[in-house]
């Protein structure tokens, strides 16, 4: 029922609608965040969060609480090794306190402890180029790759990696 709108500018902020009244509920933004624009944004399943992922210099990626319109954690993704730009953030479906963050040469699973969020499970994002995740289910994460490759992650472990062959199209 929520539509989170990204701007950037002099301070980047996200704006939060209720698609059933048509009106802005919150204008949030994070004034420890240095980049000038948000790249992506995801709600939690019970929708008293929104995650916004900033973009370059730092990549902070921040969790507001919708009901107070308060910053409630940070994380700079920046120190991230070869971290390239974020493509997209997902809660789970089911948990309210887990993240996935995907893009070039990272992919990262977040776990919430207390207010900080914290890495976990598979660690080897930096081997690929992700585009595009969904969770299949509440144990599997699916993640899309620039080589055309599927990466399927259970519990937060890397299981198995698909490769999809391309039909020769043409003459």
């Not at 585009?131 to 790759?145: C, E, I, M, N, P």
Request: with cysteine.
């Amino acid at each position: 029922q929520f539509l989170a709108v990204c701007r950037g500018g002099e301070s980047a902020a996200v704006s939060v609608w209720d698609m059933t009244t048509r009106k802005r509920q919150r204008f949030l933004n994070c004034p420890e965040m240095a980049s000038d624009h948000y790249v992506a944004a995801a709600f939690s399943p019970d929708e008293r969060m929104l995650a916004a992922q900033g973009g370059p210099p730092d990549w902070t990626l921040v969790l507001f609480l919708l009901e107070k319109g308060k910053v409630f954690s940070v994380l700079r993704l920046s120190d991230t090794p070869g971290l390239g730009p974020v493509a997209s953030i997902l809660y789970h479906p089911e948990d309210n306190g887990v993240l996935s963050v995907v893009g070039e040469k990272v992919l990262k699973l977040l776990k919430l402890n207390d207010k900080l969020l914290k890495t976990w499970g598979y660690q080897g994002g930096h081997n690929h180029n992700a585009h595009s995740q969904v969770w299949a289910d509440q144990h599997t994460l699916l993640v899309g790759t620039d080589v055309g490759s599927i990466l399927l992650l259970e519990e937060g472990e890397l299981r198995t990696e698909i490769k999809v062959s391309h039909p020769h199209i043409g003459p």
